[in-house]
């Protein structure tokens, strides 16, 4: 089976379960090649719903949990949002879909390095910056919204600030049982939080 009708029947999967609310993320996951994203013994299995291994370590999250931050974050076209936690890329290719200007930081320089390249060749405006997510991108906020791909303890502080009022912030929240929450930022600069079921995703670093 060729990539794209693969990607379509993951795709009707994930409907079909009921994982997909926005049109948005929907439409995302339907252009943004996951194949490209996993090494070339990986391929096979791009488009089965968990998580891939893409080095250093670390894993590309299930299309379903893409799918479910993508809807919870619900980035509007034109928006600028943050993303702490690069990896291979397609999480970041998949916001930079609905989105059209992401801002990444990764903590590994080689994993920067090839998705910096993959997304370039793909023509997604990403912009990554090798460093440590708990200090944000202050250079570049406010952002309309912000979420995390690995799991930390509670939300980095530089992180909410760098969130305007009305925006939200979406991250797995806990150490060993984490929890992925939602918070929206208040005029205050005080978090609504919500919480949206158990997750595992792997630990930040720093
Ligand atoms: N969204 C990614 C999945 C990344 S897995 C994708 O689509 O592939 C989580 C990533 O967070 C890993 O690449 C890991 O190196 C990175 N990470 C861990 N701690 C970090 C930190 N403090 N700052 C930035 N990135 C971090």
Known sequence: MDHE???????????????????????????????EFVAESRRKDAYDDRPLPIGAD?????PHMVAIMSDLLAPEANDSILEI????????????????????????ASLAEN???RLSELGYTVDIRVGDGHDGWPEHAPYDGAYLTCAA?????????????????????????QTLVRARRRADGSLDRTEHGGVRFVPMQG
């Open 85 to 108: 936690g690069t990896g291979c890329g397609y999480h970041a290719a998949v916001t930079a879909a609905i989105a059209g200007d992401v801002k990444s930081i990764e903590y590994h």
């Open 153 to 177: 303890p509670e939300i980095p502080e530089a992180v909410a600030e760098q969130v305007r009022p009305g925006g939200a912030i979406v991250a797995p929240i806990g150490t060993r049982r």
């Open 5 to 35: 009708r693969a990607r379509e029947r993951l795709v009707a999967r994930l409907d079909e379960q009921g994982r997909i609310e926005r049109d948005a993320t929907r439409e995302a996951l339907l252009a943004v090649p996951r194949h």
């Open 115 to 117: 998705a910096r390249e």
């Open 58 to 62: 670390q894993t590309i999250s299930a």
